[in-house]
């Protein structure tokens, strides 16, 4: 029963979660609809929390969604009075937006209210409570969940780095302070590549493809491995062209509808995107300043086109941040496969590629791709794994995660003693020879 949802509506309504039942099994007559002028009709009274939701949409009309939960790991941040660092990860913080902290105040009270909403009136999208948990706005409840789902998991990986290393901020950010943006910036060249995207109707193949990705997206959400709006998944069809996932749809309700056609065959200004990114090494300019901002996703859907292009034997690229394996990426620590025989069958090795290639050529990682390395991590970015289908693909990342977290675990029970390189050429002759 824990927790509670709002959307307000065109005309000032309210409508709310009600106090004290089950959140999980509420139906949609259930919601409490609450007038401007505070009356509510019906037998299920509004969340005790509703003067904190009412404060906050009075203090930001911008704000149509509010959501207030007690994950666990939020909570334990609320607990030790500190806020998630979300700027050791772009796409955390462009998801996020800024944290903002309210002080202890007792649950449904006016002086509650006031604390948070003060937050959201001071510019941020989310507010850490005090010995409580936390408050997401956004201008829809999609938004609201990614940025919540966003921050657990930002505070999952803090957590868990904490057990192997210190964590290493990109350049050009302000870390540990929620009232300034991220300064992370990539290249000219880089900023001015647009997508390939197609402008037709998909192939009966390729509706199939579609929801193979759909199914494939969604179940790495019930796994932990992709939430909110991060994670993209995409497929070869051929021709010249792929499937890939859009930026800013909720993971866990994707369809096959919001699949996008993409092309690698005809980038942008008849360059491939290898020399452009080469360009941008030297400083040469290849594509005219149209003026436009580059997000994550931009830089995301051109690398997963670039290595169709460059590798005919990829068929299937996903990209994810889950929180065990970014705390590899956020501290730069290597990470060793070698602990049980499949997750070295499966990935072998995991090498680390430095956070510069993202925003500067992308070289390296080509070069890891090339070599025979099936995944990488990113560092304060993403994991990237490949495979020759999708299902290959989702395999390699779900183990590479649960190996992320048995070593981490692992540590807290004692030594982690990985596979001997007996084991491994045993490994190899078994496998591999013929």
């Known amino acids: 029963s824990g927790g509670n949802i709002s959307v307000i509506d065109s005309i000032g309504n309210i409508w709310i979660t009600p106090s004290g039942t089950d959140k999980g099994s509420l139906k949609p007559e259930e919601v409490v609809c609450v007038a401007p002028d505070g009356v509510f009709e019906g037998p299920l009274k509004p969340s005790m929390e509703y003067p904190l939701h009412r404060e906050v949409y009075e203090a930001r009309p911008d704000i149509r969604a509010l959501i207030h939960a007690h994950p666990p790991l939020l909570t334990s941040f609320s607990i030790v009075h500190r806020i998630p660092d979300t700027t050791m990860i772009r796409e955390w913080r462009e998801i996020c937006g800024t944290v903002g902290y309210a002080g202890y105040a007792i649950p449904g009270t006016d002086a509650m209210a006031d604390k948070v909403a003060t937050g959201f009136r001071r510019g941020h999208e989310m507010v850490i409570m005090e010995n409580h948990a936390v408050v997401a706005g956004g201008k829809d409840l999609a938004e609201a969940l990614a940025r919540l789902e966003t921050l657990e998991n930002c505070a999952r990986t803090t957590h868990a780095a904490g057990f192997i290393g210190e964590i290493i901020m990109p350049g050009d950010t302000q870390s540990d302070n929620g009232d300034l943006v991220s300064g992370i910036s990539m290249t000219d060249s880089i900023r001015d590549l647009?997508?390939?995207?197609?402008?037709?109707?998909?192939?009966?193949?390729?509706?199939?493809?579609?929801?193979?990705?759909?199914?494939?997206?969604?179940?790495?959400?019930?796994?932990?491995?992709?939430?909110?709006?991060?994670?993209?998944?995409?497929?070869?069809?051929?021709?010249?062209?792929?499937?890939?996932?859009?930026?800013?749809?909720?993971?866990?309700d994707i369809r096959k509808q919001d699949i996008i056609v993409a092309g690698y065959g005809d980038l942008t200004g008849n360059n491939s995107f290898?020399?452009?990114?080469?360009?941008?090494?030297?400083?040469?300019?290849?594509?005219?300043?149209?003026?436009?901002?580059?997000?994550?996703?931009?830089?995301?859907?051109?690398?997963?086109?670039?290595?169709?292009?460059?590798?005919?034997?990829?068929?299937?690229?996903?990209?994810?941040?889950?929180?065990?394996?970014?705390?590899?990426?956020?501290?730069?620590?290597?990470?060793?496969?070698r602990t049980i025989p499949e997750s070295w069958l499966l990935l072998q090795e995991m090498p680390v590629v430095p956070f510069v290639s993202l925003s500067a050529g992308r070289r390296e990682i080509f070069d890891k791709l090339g070599a025979g390395s099936p995944a990488l991590l990113m560092t304060n970015d993403s994991v990237l794994v490949t495979g020759g289908s999708l299902l290959q693909a989702f395999d390699r990342l779900e183990v590479a995660e649960m190996t992320a977290m048995s070593l981490i675990l692992g540590k807290s029970l004692g030594t982690v003693m990985t596979i001997s390189e007996d084991n491994i050429d045993e490994l190899k002759r078994n496998f591999f020879s013929k």
């Open 274 to 337: 290898s020399e452009v990114a080469d360009s941008a090494l030297t400083g040469e300019r290849t594509v005219a300043d149209n003026g436009a901002g580059s997000s994550y996703s931009d830089q995301t859907e051109w690398l997963h086109a670039e290595i169709y292009r460059r590798f005919p034997s990829i068929n299937a690229v996903i990209t994810a941040r889950p929180p065990y394996l970014m705390a590899y990426a956020v501290t730069g620590r290597e990470f060793d496969v």
């Open 194 to 252: 647009q997508a390939g995207r197609r402008d037709r109707v998909i192939s009966h193949d390729e509706e199939l493809l579609a929801e193979e990705i759909c199914r494939m997206t969604v179940r790495a959400c019930t796994r932990g491995l992709m939430y909110g709006f991060s994670g993209t998944v995409s497929s070869r069809t051929g021709h010249g062209d792929y499937l890939i996932t859009p930026e800013r749809i909720l993971r866990c």
